[in-house]
């Protein structure tokens, strides 16, 4: 169908900003959450794992942050850092910016990253973003640094296409601009990379990319294209048209200077006149898939849909739809006049109550005992409002005060500043075959270690922690596991062990002594093997050392240790030299070395061991 177009002179312009007009806003990629997500399916830590990237923003900040695992070594200490990095993104339900989310997120994780050895060339630590975007190989600014390294092309190409490829409208939308001779172009003022820039002399590589891969569909369909070298073709382009921002953002809307080809799917007619009169709104449910709210203009057949996000387009005979700027501000005006509320409901505090859980689907429910409505958390994370027991679309501020809320009373863990910046004392507690246990003794909060990320748990309930206390604990954790690495060059605890002809497990361990310890031991450590079991009992052993207060009890605990079958695992060879010539194994060499340390700094005398 054929599309509507800004005419410039001869040339053909789609361009782009606001996620909210149509019909190429979805092109941009700050769509809010919901709104044209992308789903990534990849192997992240040796297992397939389906990312849900809440918009395509999200998607191609952590396209860096994959490309960077892929670099290092599997076992290299900076993984399980940047699988939180990319957990983080994928939680993020907002509109995702470059530099208030994605660059400060990056600055919170400089230290630890450095700390577990992810270093610049030179050696020196990671003290700025920039470095960390080197290290990605995606310092490239056509400004700033135009020698750098230019990877973001490649990651905006496997965005684009994931989001075509998912998304039919947008995929169709796109092939009929590169059939037709029709060129995206982003407006930014900021963005001189990715956008037309502030004079309108920027690269505009997003809607390269857009025309790239929309060529490369039609190709498959045997069409022909119209710009066989988008690259070039922009250049000339930028040449013969003034793309500053200041001339196209106001030309953003379809309208003056805008040509309709017949059929266009802007509507622009006389069934939806310039000065239409006030809407007649009809509210006609809520769609139980995608949260849409939609509401029917009587009057004229127009569907206004609110999205989840807060945005919200147009839409006749379930078809995306434009409309006249004149209509559309009288019917969001009338939206917010009879739905919305205006002040139906203020953003004062909210005063929530825990209503309890629906026995059946397990909803939870927490009552705002100031307007009556209820904030109803679903099993799987996302949430929605009711009043009345019917589902309600409410203000985005109001929305925002009472998942604030939600999250300070009921499902954050409070944890003071001086807790958040003073010493933790981490102790490793085990593993349950996949994850990994880390307790800080002061606040009694646990670091999780998962293959795919970490989360934190107090008294066996996952729990939410400050920005601030988390750093510190991720900070101590790879200190920890750093420290250790020092001493036995093989630790590992993600699974990816050198490779023996006969890994040490306990399903094949044979040990004397007492059945009931062997027991432990493997219920302990079950489906662990190789470096990471080694791993993980030397952690526990380290614990135990450091548990012991005198140098009277430490040697009781030392020979403790050496009885229990977990120090014949450390025994244990598992190359076909070590074993034939019996040779000491390096694990036992670390235990060793771990132990002369606690005895250089313990009393001779006293007695105070903890187990």
């Not at 190989?137 to 684009?160: E, L, Q, S, W, Y």
């Not at 997003?206 to 066989?228: C, P, S, W």
């Not at 036995?488 to 040990?511: F, T």
């Amino acid at each position: 169908m054929p599309l509507p177009f800004l005419k410039q002179g001869q040339i053909k312009i789609a361009p782009f900003k606001y996620t909210d007009i149509e019909p190429y806003g979805a092109f941009a990629n700050t769509t809010g959450p919901g709104h044209k997500p992308i789903r990534q399916t990849l192997m992240v830590d040796g297992a397939q794992r389906v990312f849900q990237w809440p918009s395509s923003e999200h998607a191609f900040h952590a396209q860096k942050i994959l490309y960077l695992k892929n670099k290092l070594h599997s076992s290299h200490a900076a993984q399980p850092l940047l699988t939180e990095m990319l957990n983080q993104i994928e939680a993020h339900q907002g509109v995702y910016k470059p530099r208030e989310h994605y660059d400060a997120m990056v600055n919170t994780f400089l230290t630890p990253l450095s700390d577990a050895g992810l270093r610049q060339p030179n050696g020196d630590k990671l003290n700025h973003k920039h470095q960390f975007d080197a290290l990605c190989d995606a310092d490239f600014h056509v400004i700033h640094n135009p020698t750098g390294k230019k990877a973001t092309i490649n990651f905006m190409r496997t965005v684009v296409a994931l989001k075509l490829r998912q998304h039919e409208d947008l995929r169709r939308t796109a092939m009929t601009c590169a059939e037709e001779g029709i060129f995206p172009v982003e407006i930014s003022q900021w963005d001189d990379n990715w956008g037309a820039g502030v004079n309108g002399t920027g690269e505009n590589m997003l809607g390269i990319i857009i025309l790239e891969e929309a060529n490369r569909l039609l190709r498959l369909q045997g069409k022909t294209v119209a710009f066989e070298d988008p690259w070039e073709a922009y250049k000339n382009l930028r040449g013969a048209v003034n793309l500053s921002h200041a001339t196209m953002e106001p030309k953003l809307k379809p309208g003056n200077g805008w040509e309709f080809p017949h059929g266009s799917t802007t509507t622009n007619n006389s069934s939806l006149p310039s000065h239409p009169q006030r809407p007649n709104l009809i509210d006609k449910g809520i769609n139980p898939r995608t949260r849409d709210h939609y509401y029917l203009d009587s009057n004229t057949g127009v569907t206004l849909v609110v999205r989840p996000d807060g945005g919200h387009h147009f839409s006749q005979n379930r078809r995306t739809i434009n409309v006249s700027p004149d209509y559309a501000d009288a019917m969001t005006r009338e939206f917010n006049t009879i739905y919305k509320g205006n002040g139906t409901y203020p953003v004062q505090r909210p005063n929530l109550m825990d209503n309890g859980v629906n026995s059946r689907n397990r909803d939870h429910y927490y009552l705002d005992k100031n307007t009556g409505v209820t904030l109803v958390v679903r099993p799987d994370g996302g949430h929605h409002f009711s009043q009345n027991r019917q589902t309600i679309t409410v203000p985005h501020d109001y929305a925002e005060a009472m998942t604030r809320e939600y999250k300070a009373t009921f499902k954050a863990v409070n944890v003071s500043s001086h807790q958040a910046t003073s010493a933790v004392k981490i102790n490793y507690k085990g593993t349950n075959g996949t994850d990994h246990y880390f307790l800080d003794e002061v606040t009694g909060i646990t670091l999780v270690q998962r293959p795919n990320g970490i989360h934190f748990s107090q008294n066996k309930q996952k729990v939410d922690v400050n920005s601030s206390y988390q750093n510190l604990m991720i900070k101590k954790v790879t200190e920890l596991k750093n420290e250790l690495k020092n001493l036995y060059r093989h630790s590992s605890l993600d699974g990816n062990s050198r490779k023996h002809a006969s890994p040490v497990s306990l399903d094949n361990l044979e040990v004397k002594g007492d059945f009931h310890k062997v027991h432990d031991l493997k219920a302990k450590y079950k489906g662990v093997m190789g470096d990471a079991l080694k791993t993980s009992i030397l952690l526990d052993f380290k614990t135990q050392l450091e548990n012991c207060n005198t140098r009277e009890d430490l040697e009781k605990k030392i020979t403790e240790i050496e009885a229990s079958p977990a120090y014949h695992v450390l025994k244990k060879g598992q190359g076909i030299t070590t074993q034939l010539l019996r040779l000491k194994t390096s694990s036992i060499d670390a235990l060793e070395k771990l132990i002369k340390t606690r005895r250089d700094e313990l009393p001779d005398t006293g007695t105070n061991c903890t187990p």
